[in-house]
């Protein structure tokens, strides 16, 4: 080495110590100067020299002061950015020493003429991305989410290859600032880079959530699973945390709709919807898709059931039956809006509009809601009738003829809607009632969500039922006792079904029962069921073909038709019907029997042998009467729409035919010489008017009896 050189390695040495101890006792200036005059004589690479040079610059200076000031070194360029990238990295400046890193390969094209220069990118691309991910973590624990997004993409755009966590969490902070397709893109692409991952599904799943596309988003998470199930890793255990509500929602829609009514009018689509279609209803809704998909790791069973009952409330709807109502058939397969115009079919039309317009989904109505067609439909729909109304969420009660304009109090308590036999039972049953005009305006301007505590409604109510007003302001569904149901609803048309029950008689009344739920559940038919057109026509051709003196049937029918309704008056029920004494009366002994009733037989002329269930003992009691109540079947006033349109031997022939019919009969006993009781059978006491019967016993049996 020459004289020269040693001396340049002299004096860059001493220049170096300077600049360090000036450096020591926070020269900077001092330090500065010293280690740029060391890097001028220098003719090498220093890598340590540069490195201090550097490090002094970058104190107060920026990436690109420190790279103008080095071009005065006669250094390679990559040596430069190479040490300013290291040094800002190290002090954990790492965003800046990433933007030099890209000045640096925007300026040097040729990056890969060195293998050790492609290594030390690749080292200090692995650095930064590691640093940029824990600041963006970091950010995200602050909630700073803006900051989390640059420094994740920071790091995604050193390295975008295997970069799976990165995106996921990117696309977590994306979700959370609203910026819902670029999260959703995160999520896509890390499921492009691993397809048999189930984490880019979860993060997309949660994505759709966040967007509202829940429909999406539960298929996303049903691919999920099946790649956790698929997946050989220990990740396969996660698989326990994840649910599908979608039993559980079922579950609470059945149990929502089991005790509403077997057919509903669906405002929206304004078409009849059975069980079945009520509940697949819910499924198509957005918020279906949404309870499944926000509740694959935990169910919320309150939330569920609140949306499952608030989209199932139901509107029952009160009224005067009319000519020419849209019965099932007619509704059956279209909308109610496509019936043709008439004065029923635009009252139901008008009724689905509105309910519609107050936001409730479901509508009842009995006119095209009853297939009675359908026997045990029609049965099922006569005892449940009562729990339909208790159970729905309002009741509108549209008494016609009264208009807004013209309306003055006692309207209601003159209305046609007043002497209907179902009406008021429909009114106490219900909770909640709203009476409206002929034209849909509240009756008398009642301004509260329920009629039926409005005094002016509950007025005019007690003096159409008869009832004190206090009386009728209590009255609410659940009572133990039904009788004042059954007592106002008697006072109207001669109604009697509700007589058709089994079990334990109340104390009002022994025609009434005890408890209200004997009309929640489906009891064996005591009412003549309705007969076939074609098995009708076939009974009244035998008939008329053996029976000599048609006249008697006329008779006999003319006898029944003109006996009173029904009616109470001092706790007694005065009752029409066919009245058949009980001969021969006995109490059977059956071995190993524990139940809690005693069975009898007995016989009578017209009905033959007879079976009777019952917890009174009837050992000694005279005079037992079967009392067949159901005049109005009988009759054809219910099941027959076409019957006045017959001459009176047809109509008397259909009678015949029907009093041939099974019945329910009621047990009576006598009291007094022309009052009696009913004894309440544990079983329905199911008889039949014998062939062999003569038209003139089946006259004598026709009378009213007084029962307590």
């Known amino acids: 080495m020459g004289w020269l050189a040693k001396f340049t390695n002299r004096c860059i040495l001493t220049?170096?110590?300077?600049?360090?101890?000036?450096?020591?006792?926070?020269?900077?200036?001092?330090?500065?100067?010293?280690?740029?005059?060391?890097?001028?004589?220098?003719?090498?690479?220093p890598?340590?020299?540069?490195?201090?040079?550097?490090?002094?610059?970058?104190?107060?200076?920026?990436?690109?002061?420190?790279?103008?000031?080095?071009?005065?070194?006669?250094?390679?360029?990559?040596?430069?950015?190479?040490?300013?990238?290291?040094?800002?990295?190290?002090?954990?400046?790492?965003?800046?020493?990433?933007?030099?890193?890209?000045?640096m390969q925007s300026e040097?094209?040729?990056?890969?003429?060195?293998?050790?220069?492609?290594?030390?990118?690749?080292?200090?691309?692995?650095?930064c991305v590691e640093k940029l991910e824990k600041l963006g973590d970091t950010a995200m624990n602050?909630?700073?989410?803006?900051a989390a997004i640059g420094q994740y993409s920071d790091a995604l755009a050193l390295d975008p290859t295997n970069q799976s966590d990165i995106l996921l969490k990117r696309s977590e902070a994306r979700v959370v600032m609203?910026?819902?397709?670029?999260?959703?893109?995160?999520?896509?692409?890390?499921?492009?880079?691993?397809?048999?991952?189930?984490?880019?599904?979860?993060?997309?799943?949660?994505?759709?959530?966040?967007?509202?596309?829940?429909?999406?988003?539960?298929?996303?998470?049903?691919?999920?699973?099946?790649?956790?199930?698929?997946?050989?890793?220990?990740?396969?255990?996660?698989?326990?945390q994840y649910i599908d509500a979608t039993s559980t929602i079922r579950r609470a829609i059945d149990q929502t709709i089991r005790h509403m009514p077997r057919v509903l009018i669906n405002t929206t689509t304004s078409r009849l919807y059975d069980k079945p279609q009520q509940a697949a209803a819910f499924e198509e809704l957005p918020i279906y898709d949404e309870l499944r998909s926000s509740m694959t790791i935990r169910l919320d069973h309150a939330h569920i059931w609140r949306e499952v009952n608030k989209f199932y409330r139901y509107v029952m709807f009160s009224h005067r039956w009319e000519h020419g109502e849209p019965l099932f058939q007619r509704v059956e397969n279209i909308s109610v809006y496509e019936l043709e115009s008439s004065s029923p079919n635009i009252k139901l039309q008008t009724f689905c509009t509105f309910i519609r317009s107050l936001g409730f989904q479901w509508v009842w109505s009995d006119t095209c809601c009853i297939d009675r067609k359908d026997n045990v439909v029609l049965q099922e729909s006569l005892v449940a009738m009562f729990t339909w109304y208790r159970g729905s969420s309002l009741t509108i009660a549209h008494p016609r003829g009264v208009w807004s304009q013209f309306q003055q109090p006692g309207d209601l308590r003159k209305n046609i809607w007043n002497t209907r036999a179902w009406t008021l039972q429909e009114y106490i049953a219900a909770e909640t009632v709203q009476f409206y005009t002929e034209d849909w305006k509240p009756y008398l301007g009642v301004?509260?969500?329920?009629?039926?505590?409005?005094?002016?409604?509950?007025?005019?109510?007690?003096?159409?039922?008869g009832v004190l007003t206090q009386e009728l302001a209590v009255l609410r569904p659940g009572l133990e006792s039904?009788?004042?149901?059954?007592?106002?609803?008697?006072?109207?048309?001669?109604?009697?079904?509700?007589?058709?029950?089994?079990?334990?008689?109340?104390?009002?009344?022994?025609?009434?029962?005890?408890?209200?739920?004997?009309?929640?559940?489906?009891?064996?038919?005591?009412?003549?069921?309705?007969?076939?057109?074609?098995?009708?026509?076939?009974?009244?051709?035998?008939?008329?073909?053996?029976?000599?003196?048609?006249?008697?049937?006329?008779?006999?029918?003319?006898?029944?038709?003109?006996?009173?309704?029904?009616?109470?008056?001092a706790s007694r029920l005065r009752l029409p019907g066919m009245v058949f004494p009980l001969i021969g009366l006995l109490r059977t002994l059956e071995l190993g029997s524990n139940s809690d009733f005693d069975v009898y037989r007995a016989t009578t002329g017209v009905l033959g042998d007879v079976e009777i269930k019952t917890t009174d003992d009837l050992s000694g009691k005279k005079d037992l009467l079967l009392i067949h109540?159901?005049?109005?079947?009988?009759?054809?006033?219910?099941?027959?729409?076409?019957?006045?349109?017959?001459?009176?031997?047809?109509?008397?022939?259909?009678?015949?035919?029907?009093?041939?019919?099974?019945?329910?009969?009621?047990?009576?006993?006598?009291?007094?010489?022309?009052?009696?009781r009913r004894i309440a059978a544990d079983c329905l006491i199911m008889v039949q008017v014998r062939e062999e019967a003569s038209l003139t016993e089946l006259m004598h049996a026709i009378r009213m009896v007084d029962i307590q």
């Open 482 to 569: 039904v009788r004042e149901k059954l007592y106002l609803a008697s006072l109207r048309s001669g109604e009697v079904t509700l007589l058709a029950w089994t079990g334990r008689a109340g104390s009002y009344n022994t025609c009434l029962p005890s408890d209200l739920t004997v009309y929640d559940q489906l009891v064996p038919l005591h009412v003549p069921q309705p007969i076939e057109t074609a098995e009708m026509d076939s009974m009244v051709t035998a008939l008329h073909a053996t029976l000599p003196d048609l006249s008697q049937v006329v008779m006999l029918h003319s006898r029944l038709n003109e006996l009173s309704s029904p009616f109470f008056a």
């Open 15 to 45: 220049l170096e110590m300077t600049a360090d101890e000036a450096s020591s006792t926070e020269n900077h200036d001092e330090a500065l100067a010293a280690y740029s005059a060391a890097l001028l004589l220098s003719l090498t690479t």
């Open 447 to 465: 301004d509260m969500f329920n009629h039926k505590e409005s005094p002016a409604i509950i007025s005019e109510m007690q003096q159409a039922a």
């Open 629 to 676: 109540p159901w005049i109005s079947p009988l009759l054809d006033q219910e099941f027959s729409y076409g019957a006045a349109m017959l001459d009176k031997t047809m109509r008397a022939l259909r009678f015949l035919a029907r009093l041939r019919q099974p019945f329910g009969a009621l047990l009576l006993v006598p009291l007094s010489r022309m009052q009696y």
């Open 178 to 240: 609203g910026s819902w397709e670029e999260a959703l893109s995160d999520a896509e692409q890390v499921t492009e880079l691993d397809s048999s991952s189930y984490k880019g599904y979860e993060r997309k799943d949660a994505t759709l959530q966040a967007m509202g596309r829940h429909s999406e988003a539960f298929g996303t998470f049903k691919v999920m699973l099946l790649k956790l199930e698929q997946s050989p890793d220990p990740h396969i255990q996660l698989l326990q």
């Open 108 to 127: 040097l094209e040729d990056r890969s003429t060195h293998d050790w220069r492609a290594q030390w990118e690749l080292d200090f691309r692995g650095r």
């Open 47 to 103: 890598n340590t020299l540069l490195s201090k040079w550097a490090s002094m610059v970058l104190i107060h200076g920026s990436a690109n002061e420190a790279l103008t000031a080095a071009a005065k070194f006669k250094l390679p360029r990559f040596v430069i950015y190479r040490v300013i990238c290291d040094i800002l990295e190290g002090d954990g400046r790492v965003t800046e020493a990433v933007e030099c890193f890209r000045q």
């Open 142 to 146: 602050s909630q700073n989410y803006d």
